[in-house]
């Protein structure tokens, strides 16, 4: 269930090794094409079109020979194997891998829920996107001094990111009629916390926090957004600053459904999972990617590990299948995070390292 980073691998690994006849593999997902994480912010940005930075899910399951179901999963009945989705009857299985990802946050901010977009799920995202360039395309016709103002809430790695990207397409719209995009594009970020970037070591806040003031985003960090208006947001120190839209890139959480599934959960609502990915309750239901947690290896809910899981997720199920032992897998604790900044440079950071400079976004 989900066409996620991890599911992604497998299938592709499942038209390369072509399962025993007698194994029925089906997918259920309500995307058939399913965003790459790594490549939402140059798309954003204008640099790639739809079909670069998705995978087409159709063709892969072709390639996989496995039957597409296009719905929802809203439930689990694990006693009696069966999916539950929106609009299909039950759905029996005998494995489950489950890759579904996460939900955006729902705030107690007053406003937040009518006039934030989300950044997730990012289908939604990007339709509110496409529509805000095309309606300020549309003003720009009638007025080109029209100017183009957009709020971030999330200052982490997913927000700063966020910020540039639509910095980058805001001031290539502006270019277009003639305009300077530096007098009339502002961008805001509000951040609770004192710095940018959390969970980044200290080099790459400081430079991500340079790059913003060199790009003339205003990150506002040490504020608590306290009420979202229709163009407005304000927070608990008085600041209120007017904007043509809200994107909220807080931390997602997990999807609602899951409390009533039997499945074992983290006490934040995620699926818990041994080192073999199977659920710690339910040996014939695996998990991988945002909507899963290792709970002997806990990392950050990032696409890398998603992509790191693809293939043990593959061998283990393939085992599972087959009656074998699945075997443990360790990710990394290290992981390289490469975030974009402009068109030219990219900020890289491994460890305690942190460099920015063009060859980070070769890279």
């Known amino acids: ?21 007698n194994v029925g593999i089906t997918l259920i997902t309500n995307l058939a094409d399913t965003p790459y994480s790594g490549m939402l912010p140059c798309h954003i940005a204008g640099l ?44 029996a299985y005998d494995t489950l891998s489950i890759d579904i990802g996460s939900t955006p946050t729902k705030s107690q901010v007053p406003g937040a829920a009518q006039h934030a977009i989300p950044a997730k799920p990012v289908p939604g995202l990007l339709r509110a996107w496409a529509a805000y360039i095309a309606d300020l395309e549309h003003a720009l016709v009638e007025n080109p001094q029209t100017p183009a103002t957009v709020s971030i809430v999330g200052g982490g790695v997913g927000g700063v990111e966020m910020a540039f990207a639509m910095q980058v397409r805001l001031w290539a719209l502006m270019r ?18 004192p710095h940018l970037a959390k969970g980044r070591n200290r080099r790459t806040q400081k430079m991500v926090e340079r790059m913003c003031r060199m790009r003339n985003i205003q990150a506002h960090t040490g504020q608590t957004v306290c009420q979202v208006g229709t163009e407005s947001v304000r927070c608990q120190s008085g600041l209120e600053v007017r904007c043509d839209r809200t994107f909220w890139v807080t931390n997602a959480s997990a999807p609602p459904w899951l409390t009533n ?3 074992s959960l983290t006490p934040d609502g995620f699926i818990a999972v041994k080192d073999t990915l199977q659920s710690r309750n339910h040996p014939n239901v695996f998990a991988a990617g945002d909507v899963a947690t290792m709970v002997n290896h806990k990392r950050p809910k990032a696409g890398v590990f998603a992509v790191r899981q693809g293939p043990p997720l593959y061998a283990n199920l393939k085992r599972h299948v087959l009656g074998k032992s699945p075997k443990p897998f360790r990710p ?3 992981y390289l995070n490469i975030i974009d900044t402009d068109t030219e440079t990219s900020i890289a950071s491994w460890g305690p390292f942190a460099v920015h400079a063009k060859w980070c976004r070769r890279w």
């Open 1 to 21: 269930v989900g066409g996620g980073h991890s599911h992604a691998l497998v299938l592709r690994k499942m038209g390369m090794e072509p399962w025993p006849a």
């Open 48 to 91: 790639y079109d739809f079909d670069t930075a998705h995978i087409d899910l159709r063709p892969l399951t072709r390639f996989a020979n496995c039957r597409l179901i296009m719905d929802q999963m809203v439930g689990l009945e694990p006693g009696k194997r069966q999916v539950i989705c929106r609009d299909h009857p039950p759905i």
């Open 176 to 193: 277009q009629y003639g305009r300077d995009p530096k007098s009339q594009v502002s961008v805001h970020i509000f951040q609770r916390g």
């Open 261 to 263: 599934s039997g499945l």
């Open 332 to 334: 990394q604790k290290r």
